[in-house]
């Protein structure tokens, strides 16, 4: 009798894991790289690479979590797949924090010059002198917000050193924005055929974190680049949302959380109409909220979400 029980619960376990599709072990994998848990994660990518190769995100994100899990060669691995399946990324690739480990590693060197030839092809074209200044930016940019992050994160920071590098922070912004209001007020909003898609998403980024009076200035000038295919859909609506938040207003996508100082939880900032945000964020070409809300380490769940609402927009001022 018992070996039969044993049996049907290895049954059971197989049919489970054989029910999983490609997106349910990737969210389960995000979530487990949400938590620091980098090794499940590996473990959870390999499941879903059985399944489907195809996404350059995924395949990066999961050499990501490879090298933080100390699984190299499994990490050269994915993020050459990523390369493979249309990274393009290459200031991403050298400054990212979790793939710091990998820089003594001989491979590493492969790996930077099999992008570097990809993008020598496909970057023919290109306005040279306005790419590698936009490239000087977006490292800036990314560099001082995963300091910035660090230091918020770690259980041993203080108040006085995220104040400290938060003015370093906004310091940085301020110079990066006056480079790239100048290239949006002569030249308008160049697209990818011009400075390279880490070029031109440069140019959200540095919008996205300026002022608000910065923001509704050049989000007519990015609404017309998405209509013209110079722009991302989804960066465009990453902004739509800072802005209407900024304003008073409930954001469209979901793109955008905040921390209850209360309860020290992360949440989804008050979104319009709640029920269909995933239709919307379709529209965008951006995954379910629920994906999204496994990133941020945020519980999802609509009933409960639409209860605390009102309590939200009190949080963030909203009034419409």
Known sequence: MKKIIVFSFIVMICLSAK???YKEWVRKADSCYGKENYKMAVAFYEKAFKIEQKSAKNFYNAGCSASMAKENKKAFKWLNLAIDNGFQNMDKLQ????????HSEKEWKKTIEKLQKK???IGVSYDKVLEKELSEIYIED????GEFMNVYKSPKSDKKKIDSIGKIMLRK???????????????????KNVVGVQGNKT????IQHSNLKYQQKYLPMLRQAVKNGNASPINLAYLEDRVALREGRHQIYGSQSAKNKKTNKWYISPL?????????????????????????????????????LPELEK???IKE
């Open 19 to 21: 029910a999983q599709t």
């Open 173 to 191: 912004d301020s110079i990066n924005l006056i480079k790239v209001m100048k290239i949006l007020d002569e030249r308008g909003w160049l697209g």
């Open 95 to 102: 400054v990212d924090r979790d793939l710091m480990v990998l």
């Open 272 to 308: 319009i109409d709640p029920d269909n945000v995933d239709k919307r964020r379709a529209e965008v070409g951006l995954g379910p909220i629920a994906d999204y809300a496994v990133k941020m380490n945020i519980d999802w769940n609509l009933e409960e979400y639409k209860k605390e």
């Open 203 to 206: 140019l959200f980024l540095v």
């Open 315 to 317: 949080l963030e001022n």
């Open 119 to 121: 993008l020598e092809i």
């Open 142 to 145: 990314q560099e001082i917000r």
